[in-house]
T-cell receptor
Framework: EPEVTQTPSHQVTQMGQEVILRCVPI?????FYWYRQILGQKVEFLVS????????KSEIFDDQFSVERPDGSNFTLKIRSTKLEDSAMYFC????????????FGNGTRLTVT | DAKTTQPNSMESNEEEPVHLPCNHS???????IHWYRQLPSQGPEYVIH???SNVNNRMASLAIAEDRKSSTLILHRATLRDAAVYYC??????????FGQGTRLTINP
């Protein structure tokens, strides 16, 4: 069964550094998402992406965040200048079509900012 | 801004059925109800979704109230592997699924 893949599984970075989290959504899916989960807290929506542009974003997704689909397969989340509070699990997800499709999640990237 | 209500936790015994309730009184007529679960240290995993009719798949059944203001996820024979946080959610706005706190399900051997 096709799946969403995320790399790396764990990323450690220093405060103020830029990080790029990578995702390969399922190939025929059209909508892409990033979520994050701070340890012990709920899964939070960050951004949705369709047709090469952001369709919705949360208040968490400020100017420090950006997303890109640089080619036909990858979907990336960039954090320009990481803060300690960016430490979390980041999940990529994709969906084939709306609204009658399930959302498929990757296994996540654990970002640790020191 | 999650618009569903679930009990914080539930407990059941192995090999017994489990009924997980959810209230979604503000759901619109065209929103599908989705259920996901999150096993420890893993990403959310799709369980089932439906619109009006009851739905069955290999993982679970979904019973949707006639007025669509509530639904129940049914695990027919719980196993220890079903211990997870279960989320009942629906799309808000055009394209986002917003997760609430979910129900933490504990399965006793």
């Amino acid at each position: 069964e096709p799946e969403v893949t995320q790399t790396p599984s764990h990323q450690v970075t220093q405060m103020g550094q830029e990080v790029i989290l990578r995702c390969v959504p399922i190939s025929n899916h059209l909508y892409f998402y990033w979520y994050r989960q701070i340890l012990g807290q709920k899964v939070e929506f960050l951004v949705s992406f369709y047709n090469n542009e952001i369709s919705e974003k949360s208040e968490i997704f400020d100017d420090q965040f950006s997303v890109e689909r640089p080619d036909g397969s990858n979907f990336t989340l960039k954090i320009r200048s990481t803060k300690l509070e960016d430490s979390a699990m980041y999940f990529c997800a994709s969906i084939e079509h709306l609204p009658n499709s399930p959302l498929h999640f990757g296994n996540g990237t654990r970002l640790t900012v020191t | 801004d999650a618009k569903t209500t679930q009990p914080n936790s539930m407990e059941s015994n192995e090999e017994e059925p489990v009924h997980l309730p959810c209230n979604h009184s503000t759901i619109s007529g065209t929103d599908y109800i989705h259920w996901y679960r999150q096993l420890p240290s893993q990403g959310p995993e799709y369980v089932i979704h439906g619109l009006t009719s009851n739905v069955n798949n290999r993982m679970a059944s979904l019973a949707i109230a006639e007025d669509r203001k509530s639904s129940t996820l049914i695990l027919h024979r719980a196993t220890l592997r079903d211990a997870a946080v279960y989320y009942c959610i629906h799309f808000q706005g055009a394209q986002k699924l917003v997760f609430g706190q979910g129900t933490r399900l504990t399965i006793n051997p």
